[in-house]
């Protein structure tokens, strides 16, 4: 979702134990109520009662308390009431926008919906989480956009990989263009690739290893 710059997101989170903004001098300022608006200012209401507002660039990080429509969610997920908890991690989402907790809202929406084959809207709730390093993520976000059929893309993100991204980056980036050429019939490029991982990347084992296997198949 993308958010508008008009529209105010003003949160009143009361349980604060966990509500601080940690400052760029490295000071962390506990408060008992916290609010962020959507331009990505935060209004911290401190222990004694003073409010102190900060504007984006000015702080490292805001965290509210835990929603307890978080725990509720991630509740329902395990019980395999996935499309109860939706609403739930929507809600969550929206009114914790940058205050730490959107993100795991975002991250268990988007692997909901990727497990769920709703690979579009897996792909837009992926690439809105604000770190997208994590190896697993960024596999599932190239599997989301290959299965919403956008393969011309994500073969455009994925050389782009090989040729600029990290050691971890590229290997998962071969692993990724093999299994595409696979799928469309070139075994044989599909093979070159993992053994490119098998031989130059031994050092990504994890990587590595699944390249063997798919070798192996």
Not at 98 to 115: E, G, H, K, P, V
Not at 117 to 134: I, M, V, Y
Not at 143 to 155: F, P
């Given at each position: 979702?993308?958010?508008?710059?008009?529209?105010?997101?003003?949160?009143?989170i009361?349980?604060?134990?966990?509500?601080?903004?940690?400052?760029n001098?490295?000071?962390q300022?506990?408060?008992?109520?916290?609010?962020?608006?959507?331009?990505?200012?935060?209004?911290?209401?401190?222990?004694?009662?003073?409010?102190?507002?900060?504007?984006?660039?000015q702080y490292?990080?805001?965290v509210?308390?835990?929603?307890r429509?978080?725990?509720?969610?991630?509740q329902?997920?395990e019980?395999?009431?996935?499309?109860?908890?939706?609403?739930?991690?929507?809600?969550?989402?929206?009114?914790?926008?940058?205050?730490?907790w959107?993100q795991?809202a975002?991250?268990?929406?988007?692997?909901?919906y990727?497990s769920?084959?709703?690979?579009a809207?897996a792909?837009?709730?992926?690439?809105?989480?604000e770190?997208?390093?994590?190896?697993?993520?960024?596999?599932?976000i190239?599997?989301?956009?290959?299965?919403s059929?956008?393969?011309?893309?994500?073969?455009?993100?994925?050389n782009?990989?090989?040729?600029?991204?990290s050691?971890?980056a590229?290997?998962?980036?071969y692993?990724?263009?093999g299994?595409?050429?696979?799928?469309?019939?070139?075994?044989?490029?599909?093979?070159?690739d993992?053994?490119?991982?098998?031989?130059f990347?031994?050092?990504?084992?994890?990587s590595?290893q699944?390249?063997?296997?798919?070798l192996?198949?």
């Amino acid at each position: 979702m993308r958010w508008l710059s008009s529209i105010l997101i003003a949160l009143s989170i009361c349980s604060a134990e966990a509500a601080f903004v940690l400052n760029n001098a490295g000071r962390q300022i506990q408060g008992t109520k916290i609010s962020a608006d959507a331009d990505g200012a935060v209004t911290l209401t401190t222990t004694t009662g003073q409010k102190m507002t900060f504007r984006k660039g000015q702080y490292r990080s805001a965290v509210a308390d835990r929603p307890r429509e978080l725990a509720q969610a991630e509740q329902l997920l395990e019980q395999g009431q996935g499309e109860q908890a939706v609403p739930l991690l929507k809600q969550v989402k929206q009114e914790c926008r940058y205050l730490a907790w959107d993100q795991a809202a975002i991250q268990l929406l988007a692997d909901y919906y990727f497990s769920s084959g709703r690979f579009a809207e897996a792909l837009n709730e992926f690439q809105t989480l604000e770190d997208q390093s994590d190896p697993i993520v960024q596999r599932k976000i190239r599997g989301a956009m290959v299965k919403s059929g956008t393969t011309e893309s994500v073969l455009l993100v994925l050389n782009a990989d090989i040729a600029t991204g990290s050691r971890e980056a590229a290997a998962q980036a071969y692993l990724m263009r093999g299994e595409l050429k696979a799928t469309a019939g070139d075994l044989e490029g599909a093979r070159r690739d993992w053994l490119k991982v098998v031989t130059f990347f031994k050092a990504q084992k994890k990587s590595a290893q699944l390249a063997e296997d798919l070798l192996k198949e």
